[in-house]
């Protein structure tokens, strides 16, 4: 054997697994066909984000008048930051490859396939051997198969648009889309959302999301609910008609489809040696990670149990301390918090207040709806809505839920009374920290 593990993939958690297996003693090698990082790294989260701090600013500009600052021109150069951000992924991708490279993982860049239990095949030909292979290869964008759809960009593209579209569609109801959607009505776009239900968010708590709809619609987003795409055309002047069931056609300079994402399993070899697919492609796997084939394991997205980047870490450093570290470990996949980061940001962790009365039976909800005092000041009437769910009888907290300025970032720590299972007069006994936003998790009656 060349290696004692191989790993498919230098994503997020291809990348933990190969630095802690290594670290561990193992020898390590990972193929990456593209870019060391993933997607989180190189077309997801991290270059997103960025890009919504940059679309913040045009709130922020416009409220510091209130705040006695004169700012007389507003303009926004969209090159600037595109070019700024790619140069960010560029400098994350390099400490990635460093991270690997300082515990003695082998990087090859190029394409990778599984050949056997304990084989794989180099694009460049050669065939390598390890005890164990890792699959790490995340997802990518679903299109949807309709006429027309090499005109429309998915996310991976959004990144390297040259202009900014003066009027963009979006297609989807998820996160992606809602985050994109905000983005490009804060640079100025004209955003219509078109979804194919009238159902955004799935898994959200529906008052929270609702409250986001609200917001958004009064920003100038156009939502076309249960309405789908049939056909796309791209005219003499370069615009794109779109031709709908459910409204009336729309044409837009650029059309975005994020109608959620596969698994990344397509040409690598996994049915021939074995490894059981599930639905969408995913790579079926038990507890320790491990898929049909003995010796061939599977973790993040390509499996398609939540596909969070921190859950791919997570799932990695447990595959890589089980199998090299001595340290049997599995992942605790309950109360997970996660966020949108539309404007304003939603976040929430454990049960909705629907999937708590539907398990649990009686329950309990306290909320708090308020502006934030920033808002008031600024003249803007925009409202956070805290919203806590609590078991019935023992007053467990079960569920939080936020939506408003920096709620990711006031989530993180209020989830873990949630996965410590701490009570609402836990809660009441925290003295509040004023004045902030914060302090409206311990003053809800």
Known sequence: MDFDLFVIGAGSGGVRASRVAAAHGARVAVAEEYRVGGTCVIRGCVPKKLLVYGSHFAEDINDAAMFGWDIPKKTFNWPVLRDNVLAEVTRIEGAYTDTLTNHNVEIFHERAVI??????????????????????????????????????ISSNETFHLEE??????????????????GIFNEFGSSVTLVNRTDVLLRGYDQQIVDRLIQISVRKGIDFKFNSMIDRIEKQKNGRLKLAMTGCDDIEADQLLVAVGRLPNTGGLGC?????????????????????????????????DRVQLTPVAIRE?????????????????????????FSHPPLAGVGMTEGQARERLGPVRVYTSDFRAMKNVLAGRNERSLYKMVVEGETERIVGLH??????????????????????????????ALHPTMAEELVLMR
Do not use: C, W
């Not at 569609?169 to 985050?179: F, H, K, L, P, Q």
């Not at 990695?316 to 949108?340: L, N, W």
């Not at 936020?402 to 003295?431: H, N, S, Y």
């Open 164 to 181: 900014l579209p003066k009027r963009i569609v979006i297609v989807g109801g998820g996160y992606i889309a809602n985050e994109f959607a």
């Open 316 to 340: 990695g450093q447990a595959f890589a301390d089980t199998f090299f570290g001595g340290t049997p470990t599995r992942v605790d996949y309950d109360a997970i918090p996660s966020a949108v």
């Open 115 to 152: 050949t056997g239990p304990n084989s794989v095949r180099l694009a460049s030909g050669r065939e390598i051997g390890a005890r164990k292979i890792l699959i790490a290869t995340g997802a990518r964008p679903q299109m949807p198969d309709i006429p027309g759809i090499e005109h429309a």
């Open 271 to 303: 049915e021939e040696v074995g490894v059981e697919l599930g639905r969408h492609g995913a790579v079926k796997v038990e507890e320790d990670n491990r898929s049909s084939v003995e010796s061939i394991f599977a973790v993040g997205d390509v499996t």
């Open 402 to 431: 936020m939506i408003g300025p920096d709620a990711p970032e006031i989530l993180q720590a209020a989830a873990i009374a949630v996965k410590a299972g701490l009570r609402k007069e836990d809660f009441d006994a925290t003295i």
